[in-house]
């Protein structure tokens, strides 16, 4: 059951120590959501107040991420499964190294083999370049879809970076109707948000 296989990674990497993060940060952030959830979404890694509840996406990007899910018709224990792509807060919030996204990476692909996602929704530059290499650059390939194994990756901006730059949220409404379009086409037809309801989609 992914649910209980997802419990017990989820133990098996709390007492990780492959990086200097863990020395650091008060815990693991593993992620949470619907262990059966057919859509994933990919941040960077837990900032302050994540590191405090040990759960991701819980402070002011994380609110906006919520509206963002809510937009799409989907919502985080229901429909959607949320994790980063580093699991332990680097110092200072500051961007995490490519070596810790190499040590992290394992941790993510044993995530990803019991969600089985078909979706993959990589949010800002380090998700994007766990995935897709270091030279992506989510200004360039933002809206664009991958195709890595079974899964279909949408890179689109980071939430605490639309907090910043609220004039790119149209850029990121667009990616993510793409990704509604996607859902409906792949996963559930009947998907449905008043934000982009199906008529308009064609
Ligand atoms: N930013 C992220 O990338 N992940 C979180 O969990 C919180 C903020």
Redesign the pocket.
């Known amino acids: 059951m992914p649910t209980e296989d997802l419990q017990k990674l989820s133990e098996e990497v709390s007492s990780c120590h492959r990086c200097a993060l863990r020395n650091t940060a008060r815990g693991v952030?593993f992620g949470e959501g619907l262990a059966t959830s057919r859509i994933v979404f990919c941040?960077?890694?837990?900032?302050a107040e994540?590191d405090r509840q040990l759960r991701?996406?819980v402070?002011p990007?994380?609110q906006l991420l919520d509206k963002m899910l809510a937009a799409m018709g989907l919502d985080r224990n229901h429909t959607a499964y949320i994790l980063?792509a580093v699991k332990c807060r680097p110092p200072d919030n500051r961007t995490p190294f490519p070596e810790e996204l190499l040590q992290c990476r394992p941790h993510l692909d044993a995530q990803l083999r019991l969600l089985r996602p078909a979706i993959v929704v990589l949010?800002?530059a380090t998700a994007i370049q766990s995935f897709l290499g270091p030279e992506a650059r989510v200004t360039r390939i933002h809206g664009t879809w991958h195709r890595e194994q079974d899964m279909w990756l949408m890179p689109t901006y980071?939430p605490?970076a639309l907090l910043r730059n609220p004039q790119w949220k149209s850029f990121a409404w667009n990616d993510l109707k793409q990704v509604i379009d996607k859902y409906r086409e792949i996963v559930d037809p009947n998907h449905v948000t008043i934000h982009y309801p199906k008529s308009t989609t064609k």
């Open positions: 952030v941040g960077e890694g837990p900032g994540e991701p996406f402070g990007a994380g980063n949010l800002g980071h605490a």
